[in-house]
């Protein structure tokens, strides 16, 4: 299964999987009615609606992307636009080896000009293919942020189960420390500004579903991928979400173990329950 997309319409088969764990977890009989925002996008309505076909309870979910940097999704397209000009650019030189092309994470600018960068950076190893055979590593550099590093991959950093041939595409990003710790205290002006921006999109969404039970599902993105329930719950207690939200909930695909990922749930709001941690298997 891949990573949660970035998609427009109903976003059903992300929702199914949260309404699945609350039917298993909490006895409810919640099944699928419509995507709202579909059937009709001349008015605000969140984007799926459920019925507990027990009790008659109508529950209602908005998801929403939030990512920090705020312009992470477009700075992850970039990288990997940047990594395919090297890959198809280099397809045919690297069929006899493994090889690897390490770039920055990240990478900020115009798709043109980085598309540019990477063009011109494959045809310098082309150029310069005979040094890398003989086993030199080439790198490059245009302007403070865009370089390149392009290698054969030593056996020795070769993992075991990697491809015997063709190229690795490697980001390398900077290393995190203390410093770079979010504060959910004290949060940038721009994530902040996003927030806020979700609470008055979801509360207009859910203005005429005040007797339903209404949730946020936050689609967490970069930095804010690896924030926990309490980091979350931290975040909240200082920027409060408004009355139209009764709970949210953080779903993303992450690692359980080292071979295996699972749909990770976490309730990091409520405002009359306590929150919780689940992996979820759809």
């Known amino acids: 299964m891949s990573c949660i997309p970035q998609s427009g319409g109903c976003e059903k088969p992300f929702t199914d999987v949260l ?10 009989h919640y099944v699928h009615r419509a995507c709202l925002d579909v059937a009709d996008s001349t008015v605000a309505q969140p984007e799926t ?4 076909s027990e009790t008659g309870e109508e529950l209602v979910i ?42 920055p994470m990240l990478m900020e600018g115009k798709n043109a000009e980085l598309l ?3 063009r011109e950076a494959t045809m310098l190893i082309r150029a310069h293919w005979s040094d890398v055979a003989s ?5 490059g550099r245009s302007g403070d ?7 054969r991959l030593p056996e020795a950093e070769r993992e075991d189960n990697a491809p015997s041939r063709g190229m690795m595409v490697s980001y390398i990003g900077p290393v995190l420390s203390f410093a770079n710790h979010l504060d959910p205290a004290d949060l940038p002006k721009p994530l902040k500004a996003a927030i806020d921006k979700i609470y008055r999109n979801v509360t207009a969404k859910f203005t005429s579903y005040q007797h339903a039970r209404r949730i946020l599902l936050l689609d967490p993105h ?6 926990d329930a309490e980091w979350w719950h931290d975040v909240f207690a200082n920027l409060a979400p408004p009355p139209a939200i009764t709970e949210i909930w953080s779903g993303k695909l992450d690692w359980v173990t080292d071979e295996t990922k699972e749909w990770v749930c976490e309730q990091v ?12 298997t759809p």
């Open 19 to 28: 309404v699945s764990h609350l039917n298993r977890t909490e006895g409810t």
């Open 145 to 151: 942020k865009w370089w390149w590093v392009f290698r």
């Open 116 to 118: 540019g960068y990477a």
């Open 62 to 103: 908005e998801r929403k992307s939030v990512s920090w940097p705020v312009d992470y999704p477009y700075r992850h397209k970039n990288d990997h636009a940047v990594g395919e000009v090297f890959t198809e650019g280099l397809r045919d030189l690297v069929a006899d080896d493994l090889y690897e092309i390490r770039l």
């Open 135 to 139: 086993g030199s590593a080439l790198k």
């Open 222 to 227: 970069g930095d804010l991928h690896t924030e």
């Open 269 to 280: 709001y409520s405002a009359g329950a306590e929150k919780g941690v689940s992996n979820i």
């Open 49 to 52: 609606l459920y019925v507990d």
